[in-house]
Antibody, heavy 120, light 107 residues
């Protein structure tokens, strides 16, 4: 069965960096678009970034452009989110999500999430 | 960017009721719309994609409709497990956005 498991969350100071990982199993990662979605405390869902099945197309929400980098290693069945120059408003649960197709599409499977807290 | 707005923000209903949640897009998005259910402390679950296609394994009491700017999620014969927050999502080739959510609570 499809499984996604995120890791790498924690407490980090403002302006520092953190890298999230998402290990996929139960499906061929190389065939599907993969995305990061977050939910800040008391707020709704926010799409953060996504990459096409081959990693050639990458897209970001405006608030993280120039600070976050999404990447993937299909040989390791892993999706990454490098988060730089973190701010307090990046505090959220971060989910990785599998798209139904090779690029942007509805997200048919999600990981349980990893919490990122940005605080001094 | 396309803004997605839910109506209402909170909805009270009873087991067995039929409820409808509406999502409005700030401009036409064809049928590039999905609906998700999320419970506290859990990841979202996809219910509907392409505005009206039911994901495999999702109960048939969930249905979606609409195109352009106005979309609805209908839940028939509400079950205790259905009380949760529901989100609409617009997706296109280079971006995505979610609505603020509708919380469905027990009356």
């Amino acid at each position: 069965q499809v499984q996604l498991v995120e890791s790498g969350g924690g407490v980090v100071q403002p302006e520092k960096s953190l890298r999230l990982s998402c290990v996929a199993s139960g499906f061929p990662l190389r065939s599907y678009g993969m995305h990061w979605v977050r939910r800040a405390p008391g707020r709704g869902l926010e799409w953060v970034a996504g990459t096409s099945y081959d990693g050639n197309d990458k897209h970001y929400t405006d608030s993280v452009k120039g600070r976050f980098i999404v990447s993937r290693d299909n040989s390791k069945n892993t999706l990454y989110l490098q988060m730089n120059r973190l701010r307090s408003d990046d505090t959220a649960v971060y989910y990785c999500a599998k798209a139904r197709t090779g690029g942007m599409d509805a997200f048919d499977f999600w990981g349980p999430g990893t919490m990122v807290t940005v605080s001094s | 960017d396309v803004q997605m707005t839910h109506f209402p923000s909170t909805l009270s209903a009873s087991v067995g009721d039929r409820v409808t949640i509406t999502c409005r897009a700030s401009r036409s998005i064809s049928t590039w719309m999905a609906w998700y259910q999320q419970k506290p402390g859990k990841a979202p679950i996809l219910l509907i994609y392409r505005a009206s296609s039911l994901k495999n394994g999702v109960p048939s009491r969930f249905s979606g409709s609409g195109s352009g700017t106005d979309f609805t999620l209908t839940i028939s014969n509400l079950q205790p497990d259905d009380f949760a927050t529901y989100y609409c999502q617009h997706y296109r080739s280079d971006s995505s956005s979610f609505g603020q959510g509708t919380r469905l609570e027990i009356k």
